[in-house]
């Protein structure tokens, strides 16, 4: 995988990786705290030699350097077990009692560690006394001269941090350690996922290198007033195929789950195409309001159910003047994409476009649009005058207060429209509208529901 692929199922996945990464977090939160505290302390004992011997510096470096290994012995450990009254053997003490000898110094560095930090301190004061004790009996001679003298200048304090664990370290090692497996856990998943996420999935299911696929932009290109809304684009496409004449075309979401996000395409295209002047209506299941169409719209967008009948998409290539398919990203698998190429395939039908719609549906722009489907019908002078055996005229409501009854007219196609005075709907007649079957033509079509 290349560089970016790997930012693309990064993206993708993100929920995975800083899933991951916050559990190996807390992970480590809960490491912090279940470890036990271990505090150090350290005494400093300082050697020096007698006066008589000569070229005493390097006499006490010399022997320096062989101390340590008494600090550790049978005879500073096990006095320093009777004195503090530790509950623990010489062997179990010398695992936490360490000395050393600096390079080049005549000093002999004592550390305890314990979970207690007292109790560290006092460990480490008690074997550098008893480490100055035994290492004094052992170089005095018979003769009495003593030659050299251990001092505890620098006695143990009680510390204030643990040493271990290290909160920073253990905190960064679950950081890293959770971000290379949420890493390749997306991955996985990556590889493991059939659903359709982008423009290259779209064209590698459909098998057509040249298919229109209107993706969601990003970055800078998503501020753009020419490309960066899907709606915009395809908008474009549809009032260059309309032209001058009226324009039929079906909207098909390949997952049935999925149809919300075909009707908020329409809805949104929908809005861009009034804004050009283009007369448009929405219609099609689940629709609010979409049960009325008005035949006259010169733009008519129908959503369409992919458990259609076979014989309402050969409707759809025979009278309808293309299909625009609504993918919505990662929520449509390829299986599902696959069948929908065999059933358009089957009646000739080529998509006029494909667009990815982030999420359940498409984000709108700006300003809230009107109902798509509820739209102000022409006025009654219109509709009577468009019906060529219409001769009805309108009359008028009786002045208030004038005594009048109620006044009946005839109108054609039997309809009979009564006048009440003071009704405020006395002059609107009542006949009927034209109400195109927003069902499949094949017959409806049981939804299943998510």
């Not at 003047?321 to 929908?340: C, I, K, N, T």
Request: charged share 25%.
């Amino acid at each position: 995988m290349e560089l970016t692929e790997y930012v693309a199922v990064l993206r993708r996945h993100w929920r995975i990786w800083i899933g991951c990464t916050v559990v190996s977090v807390l992970a480590a939160l809960l490491v912090l705290q279940v470890t036990p505290r271990t505090y150090e302390a350290t005494a400093r004992v300082f050697v020096s030699a007698s006066p008589s011997i000569s070229n005493s510096a390097q006499y006490v470096n010399q022997r320096a350097k062989s101390y340590p290994a008494v600090a550790a012995s049978q005879a500073v450990l096990g006095p320093v077990i009777e004195r503090l009254g530790l509950d623990e053997t010489v062997t179990e003490l010398r695992g936490r009692v360490s000395a050393e000898n600096p390079p080049d110094t005549s000093q002999v560095q004592v550390t305890t560690s314990s979970g207690d930090p007292e109790e560290a301190a006092a460990i480490a004061n008690a074997v550098a006394e008893q480490l100055a004790d035994v290492v004094e009996e052992l170089e005095t001679p018979q003769s009495g001269n003593r030659p050299v003298t251990l001092t505890v200048n620098d006695p143990a304090t009680v510390p204030v941090r643990p040493v271990s664990p290290v909160a920073l370290f253990v905190l960064a090692l679950g950081l890293v350690a959770g971000l290379f497996v949420g890493l390749a856990a997306a991955i996985v998943r990556s590889r493991l996922d059939t659903s359709v996420h982008s423009e290259d999935d779209v064209r590698r299911v459909w098998g057509e290198q040249d298919l229109d696929v209107l993706a969601p932009r990003r970055g800078r290109a998503r501020r753009s007033a020419l490309t960066g809304r899907a709606a915009t684009a395809l908008a474009r496409r549809l009032e260059l195929i309309a032209g001058d004449r009226s324009l039929r075309v079906a909207l098909l979401c390949p997952s049935p789950d999925e149809l919300r996000a075909a009707r908020a395409l329409a809805e949104d295209v929908a809005v861009e195409l009034r804004g050009r002047e283009l007369p448009t209506t929405v219609t099609g299941p689940g629709v609010a309001g979409g049960s009325v169409a008005d035949e006259r719209q010169l733009i008519r967008l129908e959503v369409a159910d992919p458990l259609a009948p076979l014989r309402f998409w050969r409707e759809v290539a025979a009278r309808y003047d293309g299909v625009v398919l609504v993918v919505p990203v990662g929520r449509v698998d390829e299986a599902e994409l696959l069948e929908v190429r065999r059933i358009l395939r089957d009646v000739h039908l080529r998509p006029l476009a494909v667009v990815l719609a982030r999420g359940r549906g498409v984000q709108r722009a700006g300003r809230k649009p009107p109902s798509p489907t509820v739209l102000p019908g022409p006025p009654a002078e219109l509709r009577t005058a468009s019906d060529p055996a219409a001769t009805a005229r309108r009359v008028p409501p009786p002045a208030p207060g004038s005594g009048a009854g109620a006044v009946t007219a005839t109108v054609p196609a039997a309809t009979t429209v009564t006048l009440s005075p003071g009704s405020p709907d006395a002059t609107a007649p009542t006949g009927n509208h034209d109400v195109p079957d927003t069902e499949h033509k094949g017959g409806a079509v049981p939804r299943r529901g998510r």
